[in-house]
């Protein structure tokens, strides 16, 4: 049986890479720019980053909507750094201002930030509004994941 491969988008440039499912761990560089394609850090995504990570990873993509007048999501952007150190590489965390996004956030009736979004394959599995720790992003991320 062949290796699994996944798609990740390059953070920095945006190029599609394949990695094999078992070299997620081991630090892989984008095969275009040669950054590492998983900093253990969120990436802030435009409108058309957010399209292109939720549509081109193979990994389930983590998003924070959020806005930068919004007092719980300052208070919980740094939680959402720490869960990226927990489930990175096996989830790609993404950060999508809300200002900057409405048709994004209107196609997902998103109302109140901060919200949480997982997508794997462009497909929503879960949505929930609300702050969190960072234990409870990662509880609930792995919860929707069923791992």
Known sequence: ?????????????????????????AQPKCGSCGIQLFQNNPVDVD??????????????????????WCGPCRMMGPMYERAARELEPRVR??????????QI???????????????????????EAGARDSQGIVAWTKQKLGV
């Open 105 to 127: 956030a209107a196609r997902y009736g998103i109302q109140a930030v901060p919200t949480l979004m997982l997508l794997k394959a462009g497909k929503l599995i879960a949505q």
């Open 47 to 68: 409108p058309a980053g957010f399209e292109r990570h939720t549509s081109q990873n193979t990994i389930p993509v983590l998003v924070d909507v959020w806005a930068p």
């Open 1 to 25: 049986m062949p290796d699994q491969k996944e798609h990740v988008v390059c953070p920095a440039c945006q190029k599609i890479n394949r990695v094999a499912t078992d070299r997620l761990s």
């Open 93 to 102: 965390l993404v950060k999508l201002n809300m200002d900057n996004a409405p």
